[in-house]
């Protein structure tokens, strides 16, 4: 897929940077390429719920960003990524050393954009997916 | 809905408490009723994504955790509920003094709980929905 | 909620017509307001699945019927109304006289409009719900 | 992956002739292996909607019957398949001489199967993605 912004990286990490949210959370960008993010988050105590799996809603979180970001590197420069709705199915428990989602845009629309994202627990040298994702993302063009 | 626990809101209020996550971002349980909770969560500019606006995900965690114990209160004592899935709409930014997610159970299967929540941003005396999730929840029996 | 187009009704009743697979299945359009929207459909053994109740797909095309033409009530004579994604539940098998499909409108926006569809079976006096969606429509502007 | 009854193929096609909603629109079963089935839909225009595209309820109904069936091919000899709940986001029209629906299993559980359809509208040599599925799919024991 071919970006309409040459600078789409660097924009991209500047927003993810902006982002407060992904700072309370320690999450970090890894992966920038046109129409794929990866975004990884080191497993924390303070984000687990009462049964020390990483809480669902972080984990969404995390692909929820990863999806948009996928999104965001394809649009033009004087635009912005709004996300429509998205699913999430949780198919394992999120424990381990530290959570990969990994978004990708599956149809790239002039004003509607899907990702789909793929979220897996790493724990040494084990990978295993633990949720997927797919969203729905609006340009909105003129709006950076 | 008549809940199969009778203790079920000294339960669920302990679970709400020992969720480090729901510590993180300040959210607190305020009505518990059979097959229905509301979650609210104060503004707190660290929980925003780069516009300003409280990030997707806090808002999925809130829909989420409202879903979720909605379920909560209508299982048996020695057991657990799990999120199998959600799909939320955004219907507005999720601005305002604090947002508050009403969840309430839509299905009360022995297995399968299906919840729906509304998610409101409040300033002042004005209440927006801002978004709309329906969960999928699974009873895990004798799993407390 | 206000519709840009006067002959709203007459507009869509034309269009429910034109539908063959509305005619195939023998769905007929009852109640239409502005922004709600109710199809009916009498139980037929030809739309079963293997067990004897309605072919979840046959629910889901119901509601997608109701819940687009939910959101085709509101939108300006000279547009088109697209379905974007749904997400729908099951709830109780599908079976009875008839399924009601009840679309209506929860965000009506320029460019999206989200609906909700419940969908009941209706045996003599009962009424059960069987089936919920979310709905995301787009309005095609200019191209009726 | 490993089928739980050694005849899954036969009792899959056995299934899917006995039901008449595949029948009437005349959906044809290929591929058949442990957790992937296909499903082919030859294009017809009573399957239409009021724009000559298949109906997208049609769409829905192909991708469900694959999602489900690769589930399907999974279960033991005593127990049956039921959807619990599907998203599925349209991505082009779906117009062509037939609609393939792929469906495969990503998580196998004992209870809960999540399943992945894709769906490519086929005209001569051009296959096109029109949309993606995600459905949960419940294994409902000792109920053949």
């Known amino acids: 897929m071919i970006p309409k912004n040459v600078h789409f990286e660097q924009r991209l990490r500047d927003s993810f940077l902006s982002q407060p949210m992904m700072a309370l959370i320690g999450a970090k960008l890894t992966r920038v390429e046109p129409g794929i993010v990866d975004v990884e988050l080191p497993f924390s105590v303070s ?8 809480h669902g809603g972080t984990v969404a979180t995390l692909g929820d960003t ?5 999104a965001f590197s394809l649009i033009p420069a004087d635009s912005d990524i709004l996300t429509v709705e998205f699913k999430i199915n949780y198919l394992a428990p999120a424990i381990g050393d ?3 989602a990994q978004g990708r845009v599956i149809r790239n629309g002039r ?13 040494g040298e084990d990978r295993k997916l633990v949720a997927t994702m797919i969203a729905t993302m609006m340009c909105m063009h003129g709006k950076s």
């Open 98 to 100: 530290r959570v990969v």
């Open 66 to 70: 990863a999806a948009g970001y996928a």
């Open 111 to 123: 004003t509607l954009i899907v990702s789909q994202a793929d979220l897996f627990a790493i724990e």
């Open 47 to 54: 984000l687990t719920q009462h049964n020390g799996f990483l």
